[in-house]
């Protein structure tokens, strides 16, 4: 299995910017993409973007397209989301997810995610 272990998440205002870290450990040959998630408690948990490893290709839910984004450092065995232009809507415990071993039709569906991380809380006050 992959272990995930994020990192970054805070109390910032509205307007302002965050970047996730997610350090990543037992990757195989068959981790296909990398996704971050996030919950609010009640509500299910919600795909913002992903990164399909092989090509690098990046997929991001509507709402945050332009103010996120997912990058990846291979040296480093981690994977990023920059925040920018938070809202207090944002407001989330964000979780980094591992897929593998399948193909995956819907990269931002929790569902196609096999390893999940602790996850990093972000509050934006407005």
């Known amino acids: 299995r992959v272990q995930l272990v994020e990192s970054g998440g805070g109390s910032v205002q509205a307007g302002g910017s965050l970047k996730l870290s997610c350090v990543a450990s037992g990757w195989t040959y068959s981790t296909n993409y990398m996704g971050w998630f996030r919950q609010v408690p009640g509500q299910e948990r919600e795909g913002v973007a992903a990164l399909k490893v092989d090509g690098d290709y990046t997929f991001y839910a509507d709402s945050v397209k332009g103010r996120f984004t997912i990058s990846r450092d291979n040296a480093k065995d981690t994977v990023y989301l920059q925040i920018a232009g938070l809202k207090p809507e944002d407001t989330a415990m964000y979780y980094c997810?591992?897929?593998?071993?399948?193909?995956?039709?819907?990269?931002?569906?929790?569902?196609?995610?096999?390893?999940w991380g602790q996850g990093t809380q972000v509050t934006v006050s407005s």
């Open positions: 997810a591992s897929s593998q071993d399948h193909i995956v039709v819907a990269p931002l569906d929790p569902s196609e995610y096999n390893d």
